[in-house]
């Protein structure tokens, strides 16, 4: 069975550029996270779907990022326009369910350099 | 706010045995859990801990005192392998659901 995968690996745009992410989840998955790590802290909450509905988006930084989820496959995230600040690890992970205990799949990430 | 502690780096020999502590400080709490990440990977996930005491999957064990708000995670018979950073984690009430928050991430360094 294929994991979590994430496209692409690395990007590097310049500051004000756009770039979108990319999250592809198991199969099967209807739970979807975006997770961002900036160098050497903590993995951050993003948001979280179920299927094509944003359950918790209150870690979206703020209105330069867009999730989408359109039909509950694939996900992307939109950063627009892009601050160096934005620079960091954006992490995709999946999971079946959505209960206390859950095992989340992690994709191995999307590193991003805003120049 | 929720907030986690744990140590930016461990360095161990082979064969050694390290503990990785994890304090929070969280509302809505439910379980703690361990992920394991090499460098340029993805965060695998290791253990989960919802009820107090040690659970044991092979070389790693992880605890959980709720009283304490504290946890751990034991590697033994470290191998060159183990190197990579480990993050607890704790799993809260979140909007509609649960939460994962993440603390920043132990380095583990295991030296022949």
């Known amino acids: ?115 | 706010g929720q907030s986690l502690e744990q140590p930016s780096e461990v360095t161990a020999v082979e064969g050694a045995i390290v503990q990785i502590n994890c304090t929070y400080q969280t509302s809505g709490f439910y379980g703690l859990s361990w992920y394991q990440q090499h460098d340029g990977g993805a965060p695998t996930f290791l253990s989960y801990n919802a009820l107090d005491g040690l659970e044991e999957t092979g070389r790693f064990s992880s605890f959980l005192s709720r009283s304490d708000s504290y946890g751990y995670l034991l590697l033994q018979e470290l191998q060159m392998k183990d190197s990579a950073s480990y993050f607890c984690a704790v799993r809260v009430a979140g909007t509609g659901g649960f939460k994962t928050i993440f603390g920043a991430g132990t380095r583990l360094f295991v030296k022949a």
Not at chain 1, 34 to 58: A, C, N, P, T
């Open chain 1, 1 to 115: 069975e294929a994991g979590v995968t994430q496209f692409p690996s690395h990007s590097v745009i310049e500051k004000g550029q756009t770039v979108t992410l990319r999250c592809d989840p198991i199969s099967g998955h209807d739970n979807l996270y975006w997770y961002r790590r900036v160098m050497g802290k903590e993995i951050k909450f993003l948001l979280h779907f179920v299927k094509e509905s944003k359950q918790d988006e209150s870690g979206m930084p703020n209105n330069r990022f867009l999730a989408e989820r359109t039909g509950g496959t694939y996900s992307t995230l939109k950063v627009q326009p892009a601050e160096l600040e934005d620079s960091g690890v954006y992490f995709c992970a999946s999971s079946q369910g959505a209960g206390a205990y859950n095992e989340q799949f992690f994709g191995p990430g999307t590193r991003l350099t805003v120049l």
